[in-house]
Each structure stands twice: as C-alpha cells, then as structure tokens.
C-alpha cells in the first residue's frame, strides 16, 4: 500500500479505531477464536467493541488458532484491518536453540542468523508476525537474570550478533517474506545495567558511557532494519525510557533514523506512576505518547484516551495519528493487508516445526555454544569405552533449555542418558542430588555409580527458571548440596569431569579447583544432550569462547575486559603488602577466574606473530594485521583470534582494550594458519565530551589473542599526513 492509501485509510478511521491500533491485548484476549472480556479487560472497562478494535496481541500462535482469530477478528473490524500477532520467539519457537549468550559464546554470527531464521519459519508457519527479539543488551552482571538472553559484555560481538539476528528473523530484503518475521530489539535502552543486578532496578550511567558502549548493539540492529524496538523498564538519564523524550525522540528516533514501530514493554506506561513520573494513568499515557511510544503492551493507559476521544487535544489527536500510522506502515510491510493470514498453513506448520534441518541448526549451534574452560592433562576427550558415572541435578532433570522457550516443551528432545548412551560404551546416570535438596540415598546412589565407572561426568548448575526475567541473585556460587556432592566425588580420586549448565556467569570457586575438565554450557537448547555427549567423545571438538568474564567472587563483580585503567593500575600480582595503593583488592586476585573470549581446543593451539603492515596511518586509511595460530598437536582444532585495540591519549579515558574483530578458524593438526585482519581506521572512533564520534591522531596499540587476557602487540600512530 502507498503511503497515500495508508493515509486515506487513516482519513476514514475514528480517533477511536486510530487510539485501538496502539493497544496490545495479551493472549487471554482471545479464546476459542473470540474476544473475550475477563480479569484485567473488565477491570480496565474495555468492552468487546474496543477489544476488536485492539492492533495487536501477543502470546498467541499455532495456524488453526491464528486463523480463527483473524477471521473472526476480520469480522468485527469495520475497516477490515487485520489483527498483528507478536510473541516472544527468543531463541526458537519449538525447536529450542541455544540461548542467545550461549550463541554469544560460538562467536559465529552467520550461526546466529541461521538460527533466527530457522526461529522465523517455524514460527510464520504459526502464525507470529512480530518477535520480541533480538535482546541487545550489554551485559555485565552475572547477578542479573537476564545476562541469559544478551550475547554478553562487549559492545562489538553484541552489535554483531544483533545484526545477525535482525537479519536472521526479517530475512535480506527489505521486507520480510511470509517464512519471516519482524524483529523487536529490545529493550531500548541500557536495561543490562541495574544497579547491584536487581531486576527492573534504576540504571545510573553516563551518556558518554551509555553512547560508547551500550548503544552501539541497538545501533547496529537499527541500521540492520529492525522493524520494531521495545522500550525498557528502567531508569536512565534519571527518567524511565518509556517516558524518556531524549532517548526515543532525540537519539532513536532522530539520530539513529528509526522510522519503525516503538513499543512499550509489559505494563511499562502504566509503571511511569510507581517510578513517580506521572500521577496517574493518563498522565502516564500522555508522557509515553510524547516520548513516542506507539505501542501500550498491556498496561491500558493508551485506553484511557478511548473514553475522552472526543476531548483529546490536537497535539494528542496528531500524536495518536503519527503512531497509528506506523502501526499500519508495519502490517502494510507484512502485507497483512493483501494477506490477512500471511503464512499459515497447518501443512507447512507440521512439517516446519521441529523439523530435520532445524534440530541440525540447533545441534550445531549447541555445539558450538560450549566452552571448554578446563582440560588438565588432556583427560578430554574420553574414548568411547570410557565407563561413565553421570551424575549431577542436570543429568536427571535435563533441563537443558533454558527461559523464554517459548513451545520448546513439544519438541522431541534427546535426554542426556540416551545421548552419552549413543557415544559411550557404559553409563550409570544417578543424579546424587537435586538442584538444592540433597538425599542421603540419592548421594549414596551417585557415590556408588562413581566408584564403579572410570570416569565422573558431573552435570550441575541452576535450573532454567532460576534464570531470565525476574531471576536476580545475590550468591552465584553453585549451591551448596551440589558442591557437597562434587567435593565427595573429587575425593574418590577419579578424574572428574564437571559440565556446568545455566543461564549466567557463576562463581565457580573450589568446583574449578577440583575439576579435571570443566565445560561451561551456557543453556544449550534441544539437541543439547547430543551437542554435550558428543564434545565429551571428541566427536566434535570445543570451539566456544566466554561471551563474558566469569568472576572470581560477587564481590568482584561488575569484572569486565574493556574497563578503563585507572591512575594507579594493578600491572603485575602482587604480594600480600606490597603497593597497597594501587586500584586492586586486598582479599582478591584483581583479574577474572576465566577471562572474556576464553575458551579451549583439544588441539594444542598457540598464537604467533603479531604483525602490522605499516607504523602511521592516515584517519581514511586501514591497518593489516596478521598473526598466526600454530596448531602444536595431532588433533585438528578451532579457535577465535580477537583483534582489540587501545588508544593510548585521548579526550576521555579510554579502555585498555576494545575488540575490533574476530575470526573463528580452523587449524589443521601440525599446521600452521595465518590469520589476517583489515583494520579500519573510522573503526577507532570513540565518543567525545561533545558527545559525537570521531577518530583522534596519535598512538594505537593493536592486540590480538584467543581470549582478552593473553595477547600479542604492536602500535601504530595515526596521523594527519602518512
Ligand atoms: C519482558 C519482555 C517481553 C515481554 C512480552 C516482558 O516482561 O521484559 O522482554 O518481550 O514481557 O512477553
């Protein structure tokens, strides 16, 4: 549809069928195929009227159920403009991928595109129009929940893998085709920052921060054509985003160009009253109005205007009419209007779910998630004859998921048993304990299982509900009957394997100390099980990288690679007494237990010769960089060679390293690869006091390595003239 015609369409609606198209209903909106008034409908005086004139739902999905929604939605629409379906497709739709740190950790964004675009068909097939998706957040604090669904705590692999997934639901054109669907990125912005990593707690950070590090992801998921963003719950620049005019009107929408779909997160206007921003729903509804919030995700403010449509001011009348334009723009992109049933189809709907070529994304993906944290004496990988003691909460629970999977439940999931049992000779699984309750007979159990066998693979960690939304903890070591259970098992002086499965970063304290191998699998997904038993065999080898440092202790905590130097830097361990004044702990060792970007091979690899192809450039110009990874081992293997940068003088303090690349390579057994790396000078560019980016002159240190903490360097200079 031209924009003309949408406009003509907007000519012929009431305000009242205008203010409907910025209302979200959730999904008990609509049962059995009809619009149904209880529990908050009623008590937020919505009539049937107004809930078929509701734009969009969200949580609903499968085709026969969209079908009868949408005819029957069709029916009651006095202009015929289709009902929106948006749900959250976090990392899969029924088959489950891994979770979006866990896809931070394979360090392989078009991996990440293909998962999101599998996530699409599955999920257009049923009926989704709109995912709440990517997450974007940079994160660096394991304490908070939701670390689970960013791709962790640097701003370069958060903004290429929020790309990667833009285009991954939307597909490359500019308009996504019926096996796509929209992107949200959310939620905009800096939600990843509470303070102490409480939930929905204020975010107090400087917008030269902010500009430098948390927006770039969002940036670059807006430039990839996200067609929707989502605000966030909390507070930043001392106002909360939904109602904050500077970050919507003056940095999304005008400067980072975003033309598309802004809506509110859940109940987020109505909040605007509890954080004490607005003294009652309408004047919440107002202020989200005029911060540019097109969407009310189910919080009824935008529905107080229903009651006074006649009264509303002309700047309220323009803005609602601005807002209900973009929602239209959006369907019209669906080509909802041509097809008010884009995509469904029960056939395709059977085939696509859950079908060969997914769960072979999903295997891969997982796969690639692991990292390998551990591998004293090369006790990995064990050979197929190995007799294995399977033990830990994880091994009986395979709860290996993770949040926000959504109809992950349907999907036929290979258990851990069945899959150690596919890759090795003997396995007694016997989980010894619980994930916080301990029994003397299933203790016993697992000791007994582990005198048998050779060998103890230990699956701990914390259930999926114990991370996500609203999952914030104050101790993140692993609990306390698990570590009973390990420190038993170490004492049996067999070699201990520990696979630790979670959501976030834990506090791994004695349990690093005792394990002989340790795997970090951030929530796998479906074909976890597999993906693990399979890594444990050598059928496939390690290849994950930590999307974020794993800190020594909470009190550590925010540990992060790119954290500025201080005037008193901590350059060397030091004992006990001495420097005391020195930015450094006195109780702790300053740097993190395992390092961002860290993650092992089974191949012996080891990285060489940093080279640069010149000493001065210019600020148009580019550096190569080469290095090379030599492969000391009989064993192929992968790893990623990160590229990181630091400027040395500047304007504002600047950060001892920021990763400017990355490349994920495989290196043959007892060969060598050189790795090459074209480094753009613009890519230097850092926010300034004026709040702008620009690259400045002077000396540069380029770094690279196969984590953040072990690099090679070399300088160069940018300069006016070459
Ligand atoms: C979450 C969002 C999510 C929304 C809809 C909120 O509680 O913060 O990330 O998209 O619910 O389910």
């Given at each position: 549809?031209?924009?003309?015609?949408?406009?003509?369409?907007?000519?012929?609606?009431?305000?009242?069928?205008?203010?409907?198209?910025l209302?979200?209903?959730?999904?008990?909106?609509?049962?059995?195929?009809?619009?149904?008034?209880?529990?908050?409908?009623?008590?937020?005086?919505?009539?049937?009227?107004?809930?078929?004139?509701?734009?969009?739902?969200?949580?609903?999905?499968?085709?026969?159920?969209?079908?009868?929604?949408?005819?029957?939605?069709?029916?009651?629409?006095?202009?015929?403009?289709?009902?929106?379906?948006?749900?959250?497709?976090?990392?899969g739709?029924?088959?489950?991928?891994?979770?979006?740190?866990?896809l931070?950790?394979?360090?392989?964004?078009?991996?990440?595109?293909?998962?999101?675009?599998?996530?699409?068909?599955?999920?257009?097939?049923?009926?989704?129009?709109?995912?709440?998706?990517?997450?974007?957040?940079?994160?660096?604090?394991?304490?908070?929940?939701?670390?689970?669904?960013?791709?962790?705590?640097?701003?370069?692999?958060?903004?290429?893998?929020?790309?990667?997934?833009?285009?991954?639901?939307?597909?490359?054109?500019?308009?996504?085709?019926?096996?796509?669907?929209?992107?949200?990125?959310?939620?905009?912005?800096?939600?990843?920052?509470?303070?102490?990593?409480?939930?929905?707690?204020?975010?107090?950070?400087?917008?030269?921060?902010?500009?430098?590090?948390?927006?770039?992801?969002?940036?670059?998921?807006?430039?990839?054509?996200?067609?929707?963003?989502?605000?966030?719950?909390?507070?930043?620049?001392?106002?909360?985003?939904?109602?904050?005019?500077?970050?919507?009107?003056?940095?999304?929408?005008?400067?980072?160009?975003?033309?598309?779909?802004?809506i509110?997160?859940?109940?987020?206007?109505?909040?605007?009253?509890?954080?004490?921003?607005?003294?009652?729903?309408r004047?919440?509804?107002?202020?989200?109005?005029?911060?540019?919030?097109?969407?009310?995700?189910?919080?009824?403010?935008?529905?107080?205007?229903?009651?006074?449509?006649?009264?509303?001011?002309?700047?309220?009348?323009?803005?609602?009419?601005?807002?209900?334009?973009?929602?239209?723009?959006?369907?019209?992109?669906?080509?909802?209007?041509?097809?008010?049933?884009?995509?469904?189809n029960?056939?395709?709907e059977?085939?696509?779910?859950?079908?060969?070529?997914?769960?072979?994304?999903?295997?891969?993906?997982?796969?690639?998630?692991?990292v390998?944290?551990?591998?004293?004496?090369?006790?990995?990988?064990?050979?197929?004859?190995?007799?294995?003691?399977?033990?830990?909460?994880?091994a009986?629970?395979?709860?290996?998921?993770?949040?926000?999977?959504?109809?992950?439940?349907?999907?036929?999931?290979?258990?851990?048993?069945?899959?150690?049992?596919?890759?090795?000779?003997?396995?007694?699984?016997?989980?010894?304990?619980?994930?916080?309750?301990?029994?003397?007979?299933?203790?016993?159990?697992?000791?007994?299982?582990?005198?048998?066998?050779?060998?103890?693979?230990?699956?701990?960690?914390l259930?999926?509900?114990?991370?996500?939304e609203?999952?914030?903890?104050?101790?993140?070591?692993?609990?306390?009957?698990?570590?009973?259970?390990?420190?038993?098992?170490?004492?049996?002086?067999k070699?201990?394997?520990?696979?630790?499965?979670?959501?976030?970063?834990?506090?791994?304290?004695?349990?690093?100390?005792?394990?002989?191998?340790?795997?970090?699998?951030?929530?796998?997904?479906?074909?976890g099980?597999?993906?693990?038993?399979?890594?444990?065999?050598?059928?496939?080898?390690p290849?994950?990288?930590?999307?974020?440092?794993?800190?020594?202790?909470?009190?550590?905590?925010?540990?992060?690679?790119?954290?500025?130097?201080?005037?008193?830097?901590?350059?060397?361990?030091?004992?006990?007494?001495?420097?005391?004044?020195?930015?450094?702990?006195?109780?702790?060792?300053?740097?993190?237990?395992?390092?961002?970007?860290?993650?092992?091979?089974?191949?012996?690899?080891?990285?060489?010769?940093?080279?640069?192809?010149?000493?001065?450039?210019?600020?148009?110009?580019?550096?190569?960089?080469?290095?090379?990874?030599?492969?000391?081992?009989?064993?192929?293997?992968?790893?990623?060679?990160?590229?990181?940068?630091?400027?040395?003088?500047?304007?504002?303090?600047?950060p001892?390293?920021?990763?400017?690349?990355?490349?994920?390579?495989?290196?043959?057994?007892?060969?060598?690869?050189?790795?090459?790396f074209?480094?753009?000078?613009?890519?230097?560019?850092?926010?300034?006091?004026?709040?702008?980016?620009?690259?400045?002159?002077?000396?540069?240190?380029?770094?690279?390595?196969?984590?953040?903490?072990?690099?090679?360097?070399?300088?160069?200079?940018?300069?006016?003239?070459?």
């Open positions: 549809m031209s924009e003309q015609k949408i406009e003509k369409l907007l000519d012929k609606m009431t305000i009242t069928e205008q203010i409907g198209q209302i979200q209903l959730s999904a008990d909106a609509f049962q059995h195929g009809k619009a149904v008034i209880s529990g908050p409908f009623v008590a937020n005086h919505m009539s049937q009227e107004d809930m078929y004139n509701a734009g969009s739902v969200l949580g609903i999905s499968g085709a026969k159920t969209v079908r009868d929604v949408q005819s029957d939605y069709l029916t009651h629409s006095r202009l015929h403009i289709p009902l929106l379906f948006m749900a959250d497709v976090v990392h739709y029924e088959t489950i991928y891994p979770i979006p740190l866990a931070g950790a394979t360090f392989n964004p078009e991996l990440a595109k293909q998962t999101a675009a599998m996530a699409a068909r599955e999920s257009s097939a049923g009926g989704v129009h709109v995912t709440f998706a990517p997450m974007v957040d940079l994160v660096r604090d394991p304490r908070w929940g939701r670390v689970m669904e960013s791709t962790g705590e640097d701003p370069y692999l958060n903004a290429v893998m929020a790309e990667a997934q833009v285009a991954g639901f939307q597909g490359d054109d500019d308009t996504p085709d019926q096996q796509h669907i929209a992107a949200c990125v959310k939620h905009f912005a800096a939600y990843g920052a509470p303070e102490g990593g409480k939930e929905y707690n204020t975010v107090d950070i400087s917008e030269w921060r902010f500009r430098e590090q948390y927006l770039p992801a969002y940036e670059a998921a807006v430039k990839a054509k996200s067609l929707l963003v989502m605000t966030s719950f909390n507070t930043l620049f001392g106002v909360p985003a939904t109602a904050n005019q500077k970050l919507m009107r003056d940095i999304l929408r005008r400067e980072l160009d975003f033309h598309g779909v802004l509110s997160d859940w109940a987020a206007i109505a909040e605007l009253i509890k954080h004490g921003v607005a003294g009652s729903l004047e919440a509804a107002d202020k989200a109005l005029s911060a540019g919030v097109d969407i009310d995700m189910m919080s009824f403010a935008y529905a107080r205007y229903l009651a006074e449509a006649a009264d509303l001011s002309p700047e309220l009348t323009r803005l609602i009419r601005q807002s209900a334009k973009r929602v239209l723009v959006l369907k019209d992109t669906l080509g909802l209007f041509d097809d008010p049933f884009r995509g469904l029960e056939e395709i059977a085939k696509e779910l859950s079908s060969s070529a997914n769960r072979a994304v999903a295997l891969k993906a997982a796969e690639e998630s692991l390998l944290l551990k591998n004293q004496g090369n006790v990995l990988p064990l050979s197929h004859s190995t007799r294995i003691a399977l033990v830990g909460p994880v009986s629970s395979n709860d290996l998921l993770g949040s926000w999977s959504w109809k992950g439940e349907n999907a036929p999931m290979p258990t851990l048993e069945s899959a150690f049992r596919s890759e090795f000779a003997s396995v007694l699984v016997a989980s010894g304990t619980d994930y916080h309750a301990i029994t003397k007979s299933k203790f016993n159990a697992a000791i007994a299982a582990a005198r048998q066998q050779d060998v103890i693979v230990a699956l701990v960690g259930p999926s509900s114990e991370s996500g609203s999952s914030s903890l104050t101790d993140l070591q692993l609990p306390a009957e698990q570590r009973q259970l390990l420190k038993a098992l170490r004492d049996l002086n070699p201990l394997i520990v696979v630790v499965v979670s959501g976030r970063p834990h506090v791994l304290g004695e349990v690093n100390d005792w394990a002989d191998g340790l795997i970090y699998a951030l929530f796998p997904g479906t074909m099980a597999p993906a693990i038993a399979k890594l444990l065999s050598g059928a496939v080898s290849s994950g990288h930590l999307p974020m440092s794993l800190p020594r202790s909470v009190g550590q905590i925010p540990v992060y690679y790119n954290h500025f130097n201080t005037g008193r830097p901590l350059t060397y361990t030091p004992t006990d007494d001495q420097d005391r004044y020195l930015s450094r702990y006195i109780d702790s060792p300053d740097t993190p237990l395992y390092p961002f970007g860290f993650g092992l091979s089974y191949a012996d690899l080891v990285l060489t010769g940093c080279q640069i192809d010149r000493d001065t450039v210019t600020k148009d110009g580019q550096v190569r960089v080469t290095a090379t990874v030599e492969n000391r081992s009989e064993v192929p293997g992968t790893t990623v060679v990160q590229l990181y940068t630091r400027q040395m003088v500047g304007e504002t303090v600047q001892v390293q920021v990763q400017r690349a990355f490349k994920k390579v495989a290196v043959p057994a007892n060969q060598s690869l050189k790795v090459e074209v480094l753009s000078v613009a890519q230097l560019a850092s926010v300034h006091l004026d709040m702008k980016r620009r690259v400045d002159l002077g000396e540069y240190q380029v770094m690279v390595g196969l984590d953040a903490a072990n690099v090679l360097s070399t300088e160069f200079v940018v300069r006016e003239v070459e």
